[in-house]
Each structure stands twice: as C-alpha cells, then as structure tokens.
C-alpha cells in the first residue's frame, strides 16, 4: 500500500513567517509534487520533483520553493507567509513508468492557515 | 487556459441510481486519463483510469468512458451510494510529455437518500 505522510494536518501562522512543509512517501517513487486546493480553484502544481535534487517550477511557484534531498522527502517552503497562501496543501508521489505521468498518490493534506 | 473542464461544480443523484461525471479536455497530445475522489479533509484518492487506447474500462460500480474525437470523458457510477458523496478530479496526462497531470477544477457529487 501506497503511503504518503504529511508532518501536520492543521498548521496556523503569522505573516512573514518562514514556513515548512514536509512529506515523506514510503514506496521509492521518483517523482513527487506539491499542489494546493482552493475552492473553485481545483488543484494546482506549485512544484515538483523527478530525483533527488531535482525540481521544476509547476503553475504557481512564486513564494515557495522546495527541497528534496533524499528520494522519499519533499519539502515545501513558504519563506515569509502571506495571506493569500492560507490554503489546503496536497503532497503526491509517483512511479517514474513510460514518462513522468503516472498515476500519483496524495497525501492527507496539511490545511494551512496565515493569520 | 483551462485544458482540463469539469463543467458542472455540483450534482445530485439519488441513492441506488446512476450518477454521471463529465469531464473535456482540449489537449489532443493527452493519451491518459483519472480520478480522484476526495472528501474533505483529506487527500484526493485514486479512483480509476484509462488509456487512450481504449474507450471503456471497469472496477466494480465505477466505469469510466473515453471519447476520443469528442475529447471527452466520463465517469459513471452504478448503484450510487452515500458513500460516494465526495469532489470528483477529472485529470489527464501526456505520457510523452514532461508535465504530469493536468486536474479539473472538481465536481461535487451528493447522494441523497
């Protein structure tokens, strides 16, 4: 079974504040990706990661970055909150098949409000 | 532009009858198709999937059907059961390509009892 861990589910934090977001996925998946949900919105790429060390900017990277130094952990990093950041953030991983495209497992999510 | 459309934010059906997802998509390079079911507060979970190369595939009460000159998709799900209240992603993928999956913007499905 497919098993993707998010460190928190609820997290509350100031404006300004540097922000970390961790997630761990237990079955040796290449790719991971971080996204956010907003109503009406869907889901949306913010990064993603094909190998340790590597990362791609997905449709709305700006005030995040990432980190991924070991396979299984992807790290997302909101250097100083704001509060339009205040969202649901969703973490998957995936099998690297035929291309990067495989069917993704999600994590629990981590709600994340920025007072 | 939205490559990805889930036209209907909401639906209705009730229980025991037969609730029916749609889902477009303008991208003639995507070759593979999912979804995902979410409740809140939780993450999305995987649902089903096709490939382009077929029109039709099943699990259980869960069929989801690909039209390939009409770019559309469909989930059907027979009987519905209150437990199927949940967001429905439609998303899609270019295997070949390098971006991963492209999601609607969800459908809200409701069993009424």
């Known amino acids: 079974d497919v098993k993707v861990t998010q460190s928190s589910r609820y997290l509350v934090k100031r404006t300004g504040e540097k922000v970390f977001l961790e997630c761990v996925q237990d079955?040796?998946?290449?790719?991971m990706f971080w996204y956010r949900q907003d109503p009406g919105l869907g889901l949306r790429l913010i990064y993603f990661?094909?190998?340790?060390?590597?990362?791609e900017k997905g449709d709305i990277p700006e005030g995040y970055s990432v980190s991924r130094e070991k396979k299984e952990r992807f790290s997302l990093i909101l250097e100083s909150a704001s509060t339009n950041q205040t969202s649901m953030y969703l973490c998957a991983s995936s099998f690297q098949g035929l291309a990067r495209a495989d069917t993704q497992y999600f994590g629990p999510g981590t709600r994340l409000t920025v007072l | 532009d939205q490559q990805v459309k889930q036209n209907s934010p909401s639906l209705s059906v009730q229980e025991g009858r037969i609730s029916i997802l749609n889902c477009d998509y303008t991208n003639s390079m995507f070759d593979y198709f999912l979804w995902y079911k979410k409740y809140p507060a939780e993450g999305p979970t995987f649902l089903i999937s096709?490939?382009?190369?077929?029109d039709k595939n099943e699990d259980g009460r869960f069929t989801v059907f690909l039209n390939k000159s009409a770019k559309h998709l469909s989930l059907h799900i027979v009987p519905s059961q209150p437990g199927d209240s949940a967001v429905y992603f439609c998303a899609a993928s270019d295997r070949g390509g390098a971006d991963g999956l492209t999601f609607g913007k969800g459908t809200h499905l409701i069993i009424q009892p």
């Open positions: 079955m040796d998946h290449e790719n």
């Open positions: 990661s094909y190998d340790v060390k590597m990362k």
């Open positions: 096709i490939s382009s190369i077929k």
